[in-house]
Each structure stands twice: as C-alpha cells, then as structure tokens.
C-alpha cells in the first residue's frame, strides 16, 4: 500500500488479508502518520492546513479513526466458543497428550484463556459433586410437586374440619371450643 494510492478502507482488508495482517498495516500507517505530522509541522502538508495546532489536531483525529477501526476488526474477528468447545479443549489438556502451549497454538486461544477455562471447569466440578448447585426444574416438575403438595393440604383440612364438628358434636350445643 503505497502512500500515493491512499489508505484502503480498514474493514475490506479485513476480509481480504485477516485481522492481523489488517492490524500491522494500520499500526505501520499510524506510525507513518505521526513521523509525517513531526516532519512538516513548519511546512505546509499535502492537507493544505498551514496552521501547527490544526494540523497536529487533524493527525490526533486521523490515529483516533484508525484505532477504531483497528477495535472494530477486533470485535467483529473475535472468535467465541461454545460450552462444548471450552470442556473439549479443557479436557484435551486435563489429558495431558501435548503441553498446553503446543493445545493454546492449535486452538488459536491464549494460554491464560486455557487456564481460565480449566479454573472455571474444575470448580463447577467441585460445586457440583458437592451438592452447592442449584437445579433448575422443568415446568412438568413443578407442576408434579404442586399436586403432591397440594394433596397433603387437602388431607389435614378434611380431618381439621371432621374434628371441628365432632368436638362441636360432643359439646351438643354447636359452641366451639377454644383447644
């Protein structure tokens, strides 16, 4: 990329060169930008602005703009893993077959990622052999252990009411008692 032909638009070399490569030509246009701004700050510049304050104001805005751009590429380059993703590459290094630098090279994650992974891991394990969990029941469970539930209520109302009316029964005259 030369500086007569432009800066290309950040996001189509994206796609045509990969993130990093992507990376490394903005981090060499910004530094190209600010030895460009420090060589011609008595000069007139290609932008035509005359004045020092604007043209380092105009050189600010412009780094500014490629690295947003370059936080864009980022974001939109970010791999995420599912659940099942993570517990694989945590138990291929639980496992012990390769170092977990050679597994972090192959999966293309950082070995702190690995290790927050595996951190996470174990101690769900540990929560869940210990019983800290909590489960979350279905809808058909719920309503199961309503009506098992609702049965036992049902059953102490019958016999309060029968003993209501046999103590009533027993007095003869319809009086409750206060016992």
């Known amino acids: 990329m030369s500086r007569a032909g432009g800066i290309h638009d950040p996001l189509s070399l994206a796609e045509d060169l990969g993130a990093s490569a992507v990376m ?3 981090r060499s246009v910004t530094r190209r930008q600010d030895s460009d701004s420090t060589a011609f700050l008595g ?11 604007k043209r380092v ?11 947003a751009a370059v936080r864009e590429i980022r ?5 995420k893993f599912s659940p099942e993703e993570k517990i694989r590459i945590v138990l291929d290094g639980l496992r012990g077959e390769q170092s977990i630098s050679d597994l972090c090279r192959r999966e293309g ?17 540990t929560k869940q052999l210990a019983g800290d969990t909590v489960r979350e029941a279905t809808s058909d469970e719920v309503k199961d252990l309503g009506s098992e539930n609702r049965e036992p209520k049902e059953v102490v109302a019958e016999i309060t009411l029968k003993n209501r009316i046999l103590k009533k029964s027993l ?6 008692d206060d016992t």
Do not use: C
């Open 24 to 26: 490394n030509v903005v």
């Open 43 to 53: 000069k007139e510049t290609h932008s035509g602005v005359h004045d020092p304050k």
């Open 57 to 67: 104001e105009m050189m600010s805005h412009k780094k500014q703009s490629n690295e």
């Open 75 to 79: 974001r939109r380059t970010r791999r």
């Open 109 to 125: 994650i950082a070995s702190n990622l690995y290790y927050r992974w595996s951190k996470d891991f174990l101690e769900a394990g």
């Open 171 to 176: 007095t003869g005259h319809g009086e409750e």
